[in-house]
């Protein structure tokens, strides 16, 4: 009788584990079917509803019966169209092709596999800012690119030290990622900073990424990397309607870039998936044309939120820069505690609050835990009365 061989994984998936908060889920989830009402202000998921325009859109559409069908990889000419008007309006970004200089994406998070897949050969060096998101470092991974860390620190504002970066082998890298306003860190964009990076990638030909989702929120004046002169010759950016418009579960992102970065990109998504479902289209394309007043109304919920999650900061000891932007509040953890994700466990165990240590962001957020602005005010306020009481 003849042994069956042992099947193995592909190599590729010794360089990856489960994402953090897939398994920090399953364990609160548990925790809470103990009966130990855990309050999450982990993950950045907005809790409150889409514009009631872009929900009535998409019923609308449901209702229609050719709109099941499979749709084009490159989305409909509308959703494009709302994506170049959404910059022009907002971002003052003038003259972007709906055709060939924007492509829709299922979620910013495969953008970034994507836009890895269609750039970075085995070997090929891609700089990611460490802290950072980690989908980064795991597209990185996944595409067998060499990864060269670029580190932010709070005495430099968490911003890039181009000094540093100068002294890399820029020669071996192709490709960088930046995300201002920052996550975790809050840090605000500049218009300074992105032609800073527009001048770094076009002299030493590295494609610069700016992943940019978080600029609306608590901001009254979003910026863009592609507001610099010349931008798209060298830089992409990806932006979503997750948390400006409160669709993360609708899957609506986008980058743009010039035309042929857009098409090496398109070839890689045009293999892998059929395009978003009509509905989620429409509605998005009623999403952007919200005016003004919807950005102010939601920055005003978030702002009082931060006000409570500083004094849960406070609370905790830790130290957090002011003028922090995006669903996140960033703090410095006491020095008599031994680690991020010791101290995140002892308010876990002790108060029932899922707060998130910084390590899963990087060694640079080692000293540092992250706390999410998606939860009502009365569920912060609870977290806070659970930690002064049991801390």
């Known amino acids: 009788m003849n042994t069956p061989k042992t099947i193995m994984p592909a190599d590729r998936l010794a360089s990856v584990s489960e994402y953090y908060f897939s398994r920090k889920l399953k364990q609160i989830a548990a925790l809470n079917a ?8 982990g993950i950045g998921g907005p809790d409150m509803p889409p514009p009631a325009a872009a929900v009535d859109a998409a019923i609308e559409c449901l209702r229609r019966p050719d709109t099941h069908g499979y749709q084009m990889t490159v989305g409909t000419k509308e959703l494009r169209r709302a994506f170049a008007g ?11 092709d709906p055709d060939t200089q924007i492509l829709p994406l299922i979620g910013s998070k495969e953008g970034v ?46 911003l890039p030290d181009f000094d540093a970066l100068e002294a890399l ?16 860190t809050g840090t605000p964009a500049t218009r300074e900073l992105f032609e800073r990076l527009v001048d770094f990638g076009r002299r030493h030909g590295i494609v610069i990424v700016n992943d940019n989702p978080y600029s609306f929120i608590l901001n009254d ?10 931008a ?21 992102a986008m980058l743009a870039s010039n035309p042929t970065f857009v098409s090496w990109i398109l070839k890689v998504k045009s293999n892998i998936d059929s395009g978003q479902p009509r509905a989620m289209m429409e509605g998005a394309v009623a999403a952007m044309s919200q005016p003004r007043r919807w950005y102010e109304e939601l920055n005003a ?41 010791a101290y995140a466990d002892e308010i876990l ?22 706390i999410s602005l998606c939860a009502p005010k009365a569920t912060l306020t609870n977290a806070l009365k659970r930690i002064e009481q049991c801390l």
């Open 349 to 370: 165990d002790k108060a029932r609050v899922f707060v998130t240590p910084g390590f899963i962001f990087g060694t640079a957020g080692e000293r540092y835990i992250r």
């Open 221 to 230: 004046k979003p910026l863009s990397i592609l507001q610099v002169p010349g």
């Open 34 to 41: 103990q009966g130990r009402d855990i309050i999450s202000l």
């Open 86 to 96: 959404w910059y022009a309006k907002f971002y003052d970004v003038d003259g972007l």
């Open 169 to 184: 082998p820029l020669e071996r890298i192709k490709l960088m990622w930046v995300n201002y306003p920052h996550m975790p």
């Open 301 to 341: 919920v978030y702002a009082d939120r931060k006000t409570v999650a500083v004094q849960i900061m406070d609370a905790l000891h830790c130290r957090c820069l002011p003028g922090q932007q995006g669903l996140f509040l960033w703090g410095r953890i006491p020095d008599n505690a031994v680690s991020a994700e």
């Open 113 to 158: 596999l994507n836009i890895s897949m269609a750039f970075l050969n085995p070997g090929d060096g891609v700089l990611i800012p460490n802290p950072g998101y980690p989908t980064y470092s795991s597209a990185s991974r996944l595409v067998q690119a060499e990864i060269f860390t670029y580190d932010l620190c709070e005495e430099n504002g968490w």
């Open 232 to 252: 798209t010759d060298i830089a992409i950016e990806l932006n979503s309607l997750s948390k400006c418009l409160n669709m993360a579960g609708w899957r609506v």
